[in-house]
């Protein structure tokens, strides 16, 4: 990191905003402390312009206009209209909320984004505090490396270019005009003009190859009126639903169970478990395939006749497949947790720390160890930015003109005493990024019982209001909503009663790795919301340990007359590595995915991923339940094979062949 020219562009900001009228180039190189530095004219405007550039992109505003008034030169200044943040009053509940909404993005790519926007307003006095417990967590996934630069793309209104293979496809080139970003159950996707295809078309970020090429020249992309992203992404033209006619086992196919339009249960006979009858709908064959393919001898497909064919050959196919030459799966290295990212690395990420700390040390008690932790750095970092800070002020740089910082003080006491910085003493406004990401974490928490509608609504229209046009077209443009039915939205609204009133609840849970339902007892820790799906996080007196449970597998929440009780050892789950948790007793299994199988490695937590023939790819999988493996190798048919272990490709394909018995 260059001390230099975060002093050069600081200084550059305290005069542009001290000046009255535009300064020429020529006049800032003469009067603003560093530019005296540069060797030559050419090398003056390199450096002039570098730091143009990255203060506009720190949403510092700069502004050009007439500058010398003998000539054409062009002349700088800052307007303070743009560059403070207005006013902005948050009651009680807006404030509690909007540290929420921040909190979604943690561990996601705009986490440092929504941290600096609450910083700005903590410096402005808005009473936030982003680290403040209600019992729900919001969280924001960005794994998609491409996330990133789309959103760029959407808020500067620039076309992309990028790689894309689509299920079933090769690999091809694709240009786009992007329109808005949306998540929908956990998967991010992009809407927008398909120039080659001449057409709207919907891209899932998952499947993007390679980087996204942002076009920086051209007009830039044009949104059509009343056009709604959303829509445009979950469109889908809706097919004739059928019924299927399903014979299952007793106390079996769960899932299966749940969509079931109707259910006859049958006769039970001593020793042997009766078969139930479902009506089950259905639109798609290959879907309802490997639906029933998945639940091996304990599902029997009737009706259709056409159907029932299918899934015969389905079976088949895996129950005659070759034995893979020998392949051992490949395991994950073993990787100790990362740290926490340690901030303030750059020269530009300096700079916009001191802009923020100086308006909050001069309306609060702010002390070396409060902002060392707010800013994720050491008391010595702080202790040198503070030092900077002393260095830098108002053309002349006489002691008059200079910041006054008590150095003495800082490294003495830890307290922070600054003094003749009035220019600095109105907080930046936030950034369209800054703003957009703490309204979509706003948007995000609709979707959560206990927050209270009508802050919501007044937070966001503060938050609007504060930033400008800039970001009432960004956050419009993305969206983060979570699809739950009426069943899976009242489980919810029960449990946060629950956690709300401090009882323990009892859960008929319908597990994700094997076809069973259980019965449990369990003290709510808290509600998390994360990869599109809401969870219970809570002690579990069955198995005696903390663990999530997804709401939409909950047959049934009731809550007890029974106060919670929450052991004192009983830890939150870190959600910064996702849900998925490892454990030494893992089984690591290697998958051969045709085409279209590669949603696979979206859906579920791949490594070691390696192209093969003919558009194949070999997956390793890690997961404590090999039996929920082999229901999926089921339900892949002959579109995966398990490649490794040999023995459990082998079992995979003994239950075929048992499943088969039945038709």
């Not at 299927?244 to 042997?272: C, K, M, N, Q």
């Not at 029974?562 to 948790?581: I, Y």
Request: charged content about 30%; proline content about 5%.
């Amino acid at each position: 990191m260059s001390q230099e020219k975060t002093e050069r562009q600081l200084n550059l900001v305290i005069c542009l905003l001290a000046t009255r009228r535009f300064l020429t180039a020529r006049e800032i190189r003469a009067t603003v402390y560093g530019y005296g530095r540069a060797e030559s004219d050419a090398a003056f405007k390199r450096m002039f312009e570098r730091d143009k550039k990255e203060l506009r992109e720190a949403g510092i505003p700069i502004e050009t206009g007439g500058g010398d008034l003998w000539s054409d030169e062009e002349g700088y200044r800052i307007s303070r209209a743009d560059y403070e943040l207005p006013p902005i009053e948050l009651r009680a509940d807006e404030a509690a909320v909007l540290g929420l909404a921040a909190r979604a993005w943690r561990h996601a790519a705009l986490g440092d984004v929504a941290a600096d926007a609450l910083l700005k307003l903590r410096a402005a006095g808005v009473p936030v505090d982003g680290d403040a417990t209600s019992g729900i967590t919001p969280v924001l996934g960005t794994n998609e490396p491409a996330f990133l630069p789309i959103w760029q793309a959407v808020r500067d209104r620039r076309p992309i270019v990028f790689d894309y293979r689509a299920p079933n496809r090769d690999l091809a080139r694709r240009e786009l005009e992007p329109w808005g970003v949306v998540n929908v159950n956990g998967h991010w996707y992009v809407a927008g003009y398909d120039r080659d295809r001449r057409d709207r078309r919907v891209f899932r970020l998952s499947r993007i190859v390679g980087e996204v090429r942002v076009v920086a020249s051209g007009p830039a992309v044009q949104v059509p009126d009343g056009v709604d992203v959303r829509s445009v992404v979950s469109g889908r033209h809706g097919e004739v639903e059928q019924i299927a006619t399903v014979l299952v086992r007793a106390d079996s196919a769960h899932e299966l169970r749940r969509g079931a339009r109707r259910i006859v249960p049958g006769e039970r006979s001593t020793g042997e478990p009766g078969w139930d009858l479902l009506e089950y709908p259905f639109t798609d064959v290959a879907s309802l395939v490997g639906r029933v393919a998945q639940f091996g001898d304990r599902v029997v497909l009737r009706e259709p006749a056409q159907a029932r064919a299918a899934v015969e050959e389905h079976l088949r196919a895996v129950a005659e497949r070759e034995p893979a030459a020998g392949t051992e799966p490949a395991p994950e290295p073993e990787r100790a947790p990362d740290p926490q990212p340690r901030r303030g690395g750059t020269s530009s990420e300096q700079l916009r720390r001191l802009l923020m700390l100086v308006p909050y040390a001069l309306s609060h008690d702010v002390r070396v160890s409060e902002v060392a932790a707010h800013f994720g750095l050491t008391e010595k970092q702080v202790l040198k930015d503070l030092g900077l800070l002393w260095m830098c002020g108002l053309p002349g740089y006489t002691p008059g003109d200079l910041i006054d910082v008590d150095l003495d003080a800082a490294q003495a006491t830890g307290e922070i005493i600054i003094a003749n910085a009035d220019t600095l003493a109105a907080p930046l406004r936030l950034t369209a990024d800054e703003a957009a990401s703490l309204v979509v974490g706003v948007e995000l928490l609709r979707e959560m019982p206990g927050v209270a509608s009508d802050a919501l609504k007044r937070v966001g229209e503060k938050l609007r209001a504060a930033a400008g046009v800039a970001v009432d077209r960004l956050a419009d443009a993305v969206e983060v909503r979570i699809e739950q039915t009426d069943e899976v939205k009242e489980v919810q609204r029960r449990a946060g009663d629950a956690l709300r009133a401090g009882q323990r609840v009892h859960l008929r849970y319908l597990s994700g790795y094997q076809d069973q339902v259980t019965e449990r007892d369990v003290d709510p820790m808290r509600l998390v919301v994360q990869d599109g799906h809401a969870f219970l996080e809570g002690w579990c007196r069955l198995r005696t340990d903390v663990r999530l449970f997804r709401l939409d597998r909950v047959l049934d929440l009731t809550v007890l007359p029974v106060a919670a009780e929450v052991p004192g050892h009983a830890r939150e789950r870190d959600l910064r590595g996702g849900l998925l948790q490892r454990s030494a007793d893992d089984v690591y299994v290697t998958l051969d995915l045709a085409p279209g199988a590669r949603w696979v490695t979206e859906e579920y937590v791949c490594t070691d991923l390696r192209e093969l023939a003919d558009g194949w790819l070999r997956a390793t999988l890690r997961t404590p339940a090999p039996a929920w493996v082999r229901r999926l190798a089921l339900r892949l048919g002959p579109q995966a094979r398990v490649a490794a272990p040999a023995e459990l490709a082998e079992r995979v394909r003994a239950d075929a062949a048992r499943a088969l018995v039945g038709y």
